[in-house]
């Protein structure tokens, strides 16, 4: 079965990183050598392909989570220079902070919530992924 509505919402999810991928790059980019595979930011079709940072999510079915199923946010910064953990922490903050404020303003009448699961960041809530057939 092939639900419209877990391709919009991962559609709009990647709209969300694409832009939260411009921030941290503008703010951290210069600031480490990219892997010596990476392509410099701009250089691909796909801000998850290039540049310093890769912003994405999957999903997670949510056995042993206390939050049940959802997608959990995944951060990395694709270079070999070692990264101070308050470095690393500023910036999942700052992924966060605007990843819930770009959940509302793309999802008002929803109630989407990121929390912090574990070792991860969880994205759940009314996400709207129940399918319905549209025809």
């Known amino acids: ?34 892997h010596p595979a990476r392509p410099g930011r701009g250089h691909t079709a796909n801000k998850s392909s290039d540049g310093l940072f890769n912003i994405g999510a999957s999903f997670s079915a949510g056995f042993g989570s206390r939050f049940g199923r959802g997608w959990v946010v995944d951060v990395t910064m694709v270079t070999l220079s070692k990264i101070p953990k308050d470095i690393k922490l500023q910036i999942y903050g700052k992924v966060i902070a605007e990843l819930k404020r770009l959940l509302i303003q793309f999802y008002p009448e929803r109630t989407i919530n990121i929390e912090k699961d574990g070792n991860v960041f969880k994205i759940f809530g009314e996400l709207g992924l129940e399918y319905t057939d549209k025809n």
């Open 1 to 34: 079965m092939n639900n419209p509505n877990i391709k919009e919402w991962e559609h709009t999810l990647r709209k969300i990183f694409d832009v939260i991928d411009d921030h941290l790059e503008d703010k951290y980019g210069h600031l480490y050598p990219l």
